[in-house]
């Protein structure tokens, strides 16, 4: 390990034991992510998803640093991203069992918001199909797009405040790429169940899991964006 390695780690350490040694302060983050959901979402993927990059980033180059990565517009990016996730696991959450209700499972919704059960994993694995098989491609494309965009202007802000040129990115992407990897592989062998977790914890819980994981959507894509 370098030394940049023990400097992330203790960074880390920094920002979340307060939340598990000091319990006033995790009370004001379960109020606060309780009256602004949104808010904690952005911040949660802006500071996590961001890291996974810089990690996905040392895995490839060895280095958390490159010019021209753009960590604060990458920040940005995500948080964004989480607002949009964030916003999508309630839909989701909400419409899938109703869904499944019309379709003949009477009580989806109950069975949903109720104890750990066989049909609560079920519902569960639902929701986690339906939200990562419609919003996940979107999601991650926009991703790349966004990613794309910021290399192209430097990993500067004032070249993040640009417009986005979608035509010409979307062309140029590796599609092949984005196809037999990031949606073949890691929707159905991680996401689905990942999220089906995910969907299993309490309602307050899932945005943070969801940030969480997103330190690993973080490495693959990074990793996919240098594939060869």
């Not at 992330?8 to 000091?22: D, Q």
């Not at 948080?79 to 909400?94: D, P, W, Y």
């Not at 500067?156 to 092949?176: D, H, V």
Request: charge should be positive; glycine fraction near 10%.
């Amino acid at each position: 390990m370098k030394r940049s390695d023990f400097v992330l780690i203790a960074c880390i350490v920094i920002v979340f034991l307060p939340f598990f040694v000091c319990e006033p302060v995790y009370d004001f983050y379960k109020s606060f992510n309780a009256s602004h959901g949104m808010i904690t979402a952005f911040i949660k993927f802006a500071l996590l998803s961001t890291t996974g990059e810089l990690i996905g980033l040392r895995i490839v180059t060895g280095s958390y640093l490159k010019k021209g990565f753009g960590i604060l517009p990458r920040a940005i990016v995500w948080g964004v991203l989480g607002v949009c996730i964030n916003a999508a696991m309630i839909v989701f959450s909400g419409g899938v069992p109703v869904f499944l209700q019309y379709m003949g499972m009477a009580d989806a919704p109950a069975v949903f918001a109720g104890d750990l059960s066989w049909g609560k994993l079920f519902v569960a694995f639902c929701v986690s199909v339906f939200m990562n098989s419609f919003f996940g491609p979107v999601f991650m494309t926009f991703h790349k797009i966004t990613d794309a965009h910021i290399l192209a202007g430097g990993g500067t802000l004032a070249g993040f405040f640009r417009p986005i040129r979608m035509g010409e990115i979307m062309s140029s992407l590796n599609w092949k790429v984005q196809w037999d990897f990031v949606f073949k592989k890691t929707i159905p062998l991680f996401w689905f169940p990942a999220h089906t977790v995910t969907f299993l914890l309490p309602g307050d819980m899932r945005t943070l899991c969801a940030a969480l994981l997103g330190v690993a959507l973080g490495i693959l894509l990074a990793v996919a964006a240098r594939k060869k």
